[in-house]
């Protein structure tokens, strides 16, 4: 969470403002989504997935579950619940930051 903090910190207050306007409308956080749950599963989303602690993968397979549940009966969380800006963790990120590392490496490996 601290990482969010220091990196939104970094970004001028008009984006940050506009950011948070456009994640306000979304519709994914009123059904208590975070963004990375939303991302398409390409191989290396899925292979990233597959790292993640047990604890994230429930956490997340929860929230996606309730929100097909949701959507199914097109309801809304109350907005007490829905996912916050702020609150919104990029969960995913490192582990897709180091699959994606590991799939160029093999690509230029494979280039030799």
């Known amino acids: 969470m601290a990482v969010n903090a220091a990196a ?3 970004v001028p207050a ?7 306007w456009a994640y306000n409308l979304s519709y994914f956080n009123q059904l208590g989504l975070m963004h990375d749950d939303t991302l398409t599963e390409t191989p290396e989303v899925l292979e990233a997935l597959h790292r993640l602690p047990k604890r994230l993968q429930d956490e997340r397979q ?3 579950t309730r929100a097909l549940y949701l959507s199914m009966r097109k309801e809304v969380l109350p907005k007490a619940e ?3 800006w702020e609150q919104d963790i990029k969960y995913l990120q490192p582990y897709l930051t180091e699959v994606e590392k590991e799939v160029k490496e093999e690509e230029e ?3 030799q």
């Open 62 to 64: 929860f929230r996606i």
């Open 82 to 84: 829905w996912t916050k």
């Open 14 to 20: 008009w984006k940050l403002a506009l950011s948070r």
């Open 8 to 10: 939104r910190s970094a």
């Open 109 to 111: 490996w494979n280039k």
